[in-house]
């Protein structure tokens, strides 16, 4: 059973454009949120977390915002640049992190147009 | 200087063939994962390690036997390869701590069963 949904499988933005990964899960156990980001040949590398005591993280250009009552979450990349282009991944997990268990969505392919 | 380190980066062989995968990490971390990312890209949890004690152990053929010499490295023993065995498998680090942890990926080792 997948523990997080994650949509769209894949997205073509234009340079410049907003780019917009949506998550969702059903454990109300979850509090620890982290999108990670993925390039061609690489292993995922951590871009950006949020705990559910804020609605919104930002970092530069990526802001994850956060719905608890509706236990969604999603990514928003600002001006995407054709350096974007990756696989996203959103993940949850419960603290403490016995064993540190994540549970990972199954994953965005985004393609920034130049 | 690397942090996660796996070797081989790739790994071709027969059906029947027993195979091993070496991680090593840097960082001083004592929690050591590995996780199996199919051809879609989905990231399955295999093993996890703490201390060189097992702490998960999701539903994995028990060809598949991890072994944690010390708390810098976790290698992975596959026995009778099977065809669906192919994958990218990435060995992954963190702390285990009571505050949000992060997972550091090493590049992966890509498997191909022929």
């Known amino acids: 059973q997948q523990q997080v949904k994650q949509s769209p499988q894949s997205l073509i933005v234009q340079k410049g454009g907003i780019s917009i990964i949506n998550c969702a899960y059903e454990n109300t156990a979850f509090d620890y949120f982290p999108w990670y980001q993925q390039f061609p040949g690489k292993g995922p590398a951590l871009l950006i977390a949020?705990?559910?005591?804020?609605s919104e993280k930002k970092e530069g250009r990526f802001t994850i915002s956060f719905n608890k009552s509706a236990k969604q979450f999603s990514l928003h990349i600002m001006d995407s640049q054709p350096g974007d282009s990756a696989t996203y991944f959103c993940a949850a997990s419960m603290l403490p992190h016995t064993g540190n268990q994540f549970y990972f969505g199954t994953g965005t392919s985004l393609t920034v147009i130049p | 200087d690397t942090a996660v380190s796996q070797t081989p980066k790739y790994l071709v062989t027969q059906m029947g063939n027993d195979k091993s995968i070496k991680c090593e990490q840097n960082l001083g971390h004592d929690t050591m994962y590995w996780y199996k990312q199919d051809s879609k890209k989905f990231l399955k949890i295999m093993f996890s390690?703490?201390?060189?004690?097992?702490?998960i152990n999701e539903t994995v053929p028990n060809r598949f036997s991890p072994k944690s010499p010390d708390k810098a490295h976790l290698n992975l023993h596959i026995n009778s390869l099977e065809l669906g065995d192919s994958a990218v498998y990435f060995c992954?680090?963190?702390?285990?701590?009571?505050?949000?942890?992060?997972?550091?990926f090493g590049e992966g080792s890509r498997l191909t069963v022929l």
């Open positions: 992954a680090s963190s702390r285990l701590t009571d505050g949000p942890g992060e997972l550091f």
């Open positions: 390690y703490n201390n060189k004690e097992l702490i």
């Open positions: 949020i705990r559910p005591d804020v």
